[in-house]
């Protein structure tokens, strides 16, 4: 599961005395809600449905392909469903090739999500053998699955304009620039991107 309310307020009090740039941000919004999802198949599932859509209609499709499927969308299930059954759930070709892409490595048993790599590069190379995941959709299930404190999604656009807002900077920092200023906060990382989210949040109101 996810990082807890109190790993992250640990981390991020950690952070501060690391980047102390951070406190006036952190005095001003408050720590963080954590964001905590199921591990395993369905999440990753959900995240191919999601993507480049609405969540309101991420999870009508979702609906309807529980509906169709059975709970969770069991592998079997999806491997075994036709196009027009899918389609008629709201899944378009493209996700239905990410949907039985997950599925068949799930089934030869190439992807278990009970024995991913403990080294986290090593797992987000794993994920992103399923097609239609890539880094960011990897980094995100790894934190938000599976809680792990040290995952950057660097190539977050939110991310970016939040650590370039903290550390004073005048544009928003590249992928590659925010990897870089983001080294000395190992192992706190994961609790600064759940920060910048939510701090990104509050600053776009």
Known sequence: MGLTAKQIRTDLDALVAVEPRF???LAEAGYPPPRIRPPGYATLLRTIV???VSAKAATAVWNKLEAHLGEGCPV????????DALRACGLSRQKQGYARSLAELVMTGDLT???LPADD???IALLTKVKGI?????????LFAEGRRDIWPAGDLAVQIDV?????LTERPSEKLCRALAEPWRPYRGAAAIFAWH???IEAI
Not at 76 to 83: G, L, N, P
Not at 134 to 142: D, N, Q
Not at 164 to 168: A, E, L, N, P, Q
């Open 23 to 25: 406190a006036p941000a």
């Open 134 to 142: 890539g880094r960011w959709s990897a980094e995100i299930y790894l």
């Open 113 to 115: 999500f009970d024995d």
């Open 121 to 123: 590069e090593e797992a």
């Open 76 to 83: 079997e299930a999806i491997a075994a469903s036709d196009f």
């Open 164 to 168: 370039g807002k903290v550390m004073g």
């Open 199 to 201: 701090h990104y949040s």
């Open 50 to 52: 999601g993507q480049q």
